[in-house]
């Protein structure tokens, strides 16, 4: 079974700009979440999706926003980026919201 | 609020030593721990789940307990070697539907 993917794995732009960021879970998983990771901060959770419906949400600005398609594959956009959002950005998927979370290679975000 | 705390932050061992890390979490309303690894610039890999009403679990060399009463658990490592170096995380599923992560324990086995 394909594990989780993410696209693209490096990303470089300017603040200011917006981005999109891409996930696809392994399949059969309904449950997609969303984490940044910075050396200052570890991971923390932005948001989780499960059958196209955003669960829970962590405590980010309204400039983090995403969705979840109906074959589970997920975006999640960035708008007016900040050089605080260079991180690495985080997709895990499971069966369910409470089952083992399974995690993407990432997206390495700089802001310019 | 739950709070997720990992100790000790680093931890350097010689090849072959059993080890404990250690996991902390301060609301005990949990449904899950999970432990991965993460080695440098890559995604978390899953090590181990323990649902909220398990004690323990078990993957090869590796044990995780959870005592959930007392806030805590453990990843024990058995026979440790060289590849088994990388960053330990733990993450509580909390009733609130939220994942919080601690800041890991970065462990080097010594050939």
């Known amino acids: 079974k394909a594990g989780v993917t993410q696209t693209p794995r490096y990303l470089i732009k300017t603040r200011g700009q917006q981005v999109t960021l891409s996930c696809s879970p392994i399949?059969?998983?309904?449950?997609v979440s969303w984490y940044q990771q910075t050396p200052g901060q570890g991971l923390q959770f932005l948001f989780e999706?499960?059958?196209?419906?955003?669960?829970n949400k962590g405590n980010f600005p309204g400039r983090f926003s995403g969705r979840q398609f109906s074959n589970s594959r997920s975006e999640m956009n960035v708008s007016t980026l900040e050089l605080g959002d260079s991180a690495l950005y985080l997709c895990?998927?499971?069966?369910?919201?409470?089952?083992?979370?399974?995690f993407g290679p990432g997206t390495r975000l700089t802001v310019t | 609020k739950q709070e997720v705390t990992q100790i000790p932050a680093a931890l350097s061992v010689p090849e072959g030593e059993n080890l404990v890390l250690n996991c902390s979490f301060t609301?005990?309303?949990?449904?899950?721990l999970q432990w991965f690894r993460q080695d440098p610039g890559k995604g978390l890999t899953s090590l181990l789940l323990?649902?909220?009403?398990?004690r323990e679990q078990t993957s090869g060399r590796l044990n995780a307990s959870l005592d959930k009463s007392s806030g805590r658990s453990t990843l024990y490592i058995a026979a440790s070697q060289p590849g088994d170096s990388a960053t330990y995380l733990c993450?509580?599923?909390?009733?609130?539907?939220?994942?919080?992560f601690g800041d890991g324990t970065t462990l080097t086995v010594k050939p």
């Open positions: 895990a998927s499971s069966l369910e919201s409470t089952s083992a979370q399974y």
């Open positions: 399949s059969g998983h309904r449950s």
């Open positions: 999706y499960f059958s196209e419906t955003q669960r």
């Open positions: 609301d005990s309303a949990i449904y899950n």
């Open positions: 323990i649902q909220s009403s398990q």
């Open positions: 993450a509580v599923y909390t009733n609130a539907g939220k994942s919080t």
